[in-house]
């Protein structure tokens, strides 16, 4: 393939030359992919509507009694790309793909397998050249054999040297030009029985993601947070920017913590032994009314929110569903969200981790030193408070730090922070990390 009117490697097939290449490259890039990947409709043929917003033409798709099926689709240039969905039942695509050049047939004999490598090597040569012509130099290219080849893009099963064997011989990954690109990726594959070809991939970038087999590219990938991409070499891809950022600040945790270490405990949860219990929902707004706190919602399970003087909203146990009495209150204070990313969620994660920092500094100013604070599956963990931990498991399924402040009366602790992280949502459709304030009844003194 080393000049237009070379003959092509025996047995091997070019479905699209360096010269097509190119210009499919520069079609391609005038698509706004965040239209692509939330699929073709919901009705029982691609819907044309979306279709018309590409130029393509449908040239096979499958529909799986109740959503949709990968589908091929033909672009103005007559290329044809098959669109994968992230799932096998799932309405959205992950990518994109087109098969270049295929190398000949393999066989078991001798030498084949070398063959074909030096085959697709000289065609990958002519295709890399010609990406370049459109796309510019690439984030990151390279061979099987470098030290930081980012084996994220081959496959993820078996030991290191097993994958290297029958990940792409060669890789060229460039970044999105802008938030409505894809990631482009040109690689050579080689499958196990020695067979290797030359892919066009178009990536939705917010579902490449790192996993725990990919230790020796860690280094070169960098989170990216509200503040900007963190200093360093680019990011090839790395977890997808959340969807729903939170608008309190640490200092907005510090204001609510404020209020309630001024509350008035027994206004709010009664004398002491006893907690305070409603019948009705009218006795409930009667209460909240001396307290100049105001009913807001009340949930499925019966929990209510109310709205305190200060404007913050604090939601109570399901209290007409037993009825029950007043011994906790709790707040929602910060939560951010994202599409599922690496198992280590570094998108929802450092930012948690960043605010759980702020926010314990500024109550220890407030509130004082902790009983605790950090993991609370700590061996540190309070002896006295260790039946309380057991009692109150809904607090350790998927929380990574916790304060508590302890009472001035018997061993359990008056208020805690709580700082979740991970798939907090049903299912893997989302992840969060979600900060939780909780403020229980304190104890009366051990003196009374």
């Known amino acids: ?48 509507a979306w279709l018309a917003r590409f130029d393509w033409q449908v040239v096979d798709f499958q529909w799986r009694s109740n959503d949709w099926g990968p589908i091929t689709v033909q672009t103005r240039t007559g290329k044809r790309h098959h669109l994968s969905t992230t799932t096998s039942h799932s309405m959205e695509y992950a990518y994109a793909s087109h098969r270049l050049w295929v190398g000949s047939t393999a066989d078991d004999h001798e030498g084949v397998h070398e063959r074909e490598a ?28 470098s030290a930081d080849f980012p084996v994220s893009f081959g496959d993820r099963a078996g030991a290191l040297e097993q994958r290297r064997e ?13 938030p409505e690109g894809a990631v482009i990726v040109l690689r050579i594959y080689a499958d196990i029985y020695g067979g290797h070809s030359v892919d066009l991939k178009l990536h939705d970038p917010a579902l490449i993601v ?43 945790v510090a204001s609510q913590l404020k209020a309630v270490s001024a509350w008035d405990w027994d206004a709010i949860f009664g004398a002491h032994p006893w907690n305070r219990a409603f019948a009705s929902m009218g006795e409930l707004e009667q209460w909240a009314r001396r307290l100049r706190w105001t009913v807001a919602d009340v ?35 910060w939560r951010i969200t994202s599409r599922p990313s690496s198992s280590f969620h570094r998108n929802v994660l450092e930012p948690a981790d960043a605010l759980w920092a702020d926010c314990t500094a500024a109550a220890r100013e407030i509130l004082g030193e902790p009983g605790h604070c950090g993991d609370p599956d700590s061996p540190h963990f309070p002896r006295e408070w260790q039946s309380w931990r057991e009692e109150s498991r809904g607090f350790k399924i ?14 359990a602790p008056a208020i805690g922070l709580f700082m979740q992280g991970g798939f907090l949502e049903r299912g893997f459709e989302k992840e969060a990390a979600q900060l939780d304030l909780r403020i229980w009844r304190p104890a009366a003194s051990r003196s009374l």
């Open 299 to 333: 949930d499925d399970s019966g929990r209510v929110c109310v709205v305190t003087e200060d404007g913050h909203s604090v939601w109570l146990p399901p209290l007409l569903r037993y009825p029950a009495r007043v011994n906790w209150l709790e707040s929602k204070l």
């Open 1 to 48: 393939m080393s000049g237009g009117d070379d003959e092509p490697a025996p047995g091997c097939t070019v479905r699209t030359t360096p010269q097509e290449l190119a210009t499919e490259l520069a079609v391609l890039t005038e698509v706004d992919w965040r239209e692509v990947w939330p699929g073709a409709g919901r009705g029982h043929e691609p819907d044309p």
């Open 166 to 178: 029958y990940n792409p011989y060669r890789l060229a990954v460039w970044n999105p030009r802008g």
């Open 118 to 145: 030096v085959e697709a090597a000289a065609a990958w040569e002519e295709y890399l050249a010609s990406a370049q012509g459109v796309l510019g130099a690439p984030t990151w290219s390279g061979a099987w054999d």
């Open 398 to 411: 998927h929380t990574r730090w916790s304060a508590l402040w302890p009472s001035a009366g018997d061993p």
């Open 210 to 252: 790192l996993d725990e087999s990919d230790a020796e590219v860690e280094t070169k990938v960098r989170a990216v947070s509200s503040w900007g991409e963190a200093p360093g070499a680019p990011r090839i891809f790395g977890d997808p920017e959340p969807t729903d950022k939170p608008d309190m600040t640490w200092q907005d």
